[in-house]
């Protein structure tokens, strides 16, 4: 007798998951969606957040192990392997920050000194993460980011938070090239606006939010971070073996039409 059932994407794979601070995280949704696929998921949090991490991890169907990964500090990146203790198949990374100075209008104000913090944290610990994990991932393996495309075209109130993600999307190109020789895959999920706790401390990130339901050919829900979740699941599964250095729109087709 054949069965029906599908199999699960993510079946015996064990997952790293940065960036769970609430339940309206797009990384809470993927750590829920890598569960219901199959995935051991693994969260990382630190310092004040730990705690918010604690809580929500908490409504995940299965509660997951918790480890202390600050991608600003080398020792604890140093660390992630005697955490994590075995292998991983996947990581997800769903970390950004810019100092107030630098989103919000004041793009000829903000002070290098704020500038440096906001491409450390939201571009160049996609490197410091890839490399902290390397230890622990082989040939098959996936490195996931959470994206918002600034690769042609300069956002309102975004400001220094888009020149941080242009870097973080060439970042992802250089990874996927140094690391496709090891069999490892880079790609990056552009969503489109969703009400989670980051975007709420943009001001003015309300605008991105009319635009998109105006524009969308699909139409866009900024309160369902599901559609982006399943996309990140997808490209942490075996189902893309040859797709690397890829930034995949998960934004109702918005980046496809003009105004």
């Known amino acids: 007798m054949t069965s029906n059932a599908s199999p699960l994407l993510l079946a015996g794979k064990r997952i790293l998951v940065t960036g769970v601070l609430n339940d309206s995280s797009i990384a809470f949704s993927v750590a829920r969606v890598a569960q219901e696929q199959g995935a051991e998921v693994i969260l990382s949090s630190f310092g004040r957040i730990m705690s918010l991490t604690t809580r929500t991890a908490k409504r995940l169907p299965i509660a997951p192990e918790i480890v202390e990964l600050d991608v600003t500090s080398q020792p604890d990146l140093d660390a992630l392997t005697d955490r994590i203790g075995a292998n991983l198949d996947g990581v997800v990374h769903a970390i950004g920050f810019a100092p107030e100075s630098c989103l919000g209008g004041g793009f000829l104000d903000a002070p290098w000194e704020d500038v440096a913090v906001a491409l ?108 982006t979740a399943r996309a990140v699941v997808a490209l942490l599964s075996d189902w893309f073996p040859a797709t690397t250095g890829e930034m995949l729109h998960v934004d109702g087709g918005f980046h496809a039409v003009g105004a």
């Open 120 to 227: 450390q944290i939201s571009a160049f610990s996609l490197k410091a993460l890839a490399v902290a994990a390397l230890p622990l991932m082989g040939k098959g393996g996936s490195i996931v980011g959470l994206d918002f495309d600034n690769q042609h075209q300069a956002w309102p109130v975004y400001d220094w938070m888009g020149v941080a993600k242009s870097a973080f999307e060439s970042t992802a190109r250089y990874l996927a090239r140094e690391l496709g020789p090891r069999g490892i895959r880079v790609n990056l999920v552009s969503a489109g606006p969703l009400r989670t706790l980051a975007a709420r401390s943009i001001p003015g990130f309300e605008q991105f939010e009319t635009v998109w339901e105006d524009r969308a050919p699909l139409g866009w829900d900024i309160r369902d971070a599901e559609p």
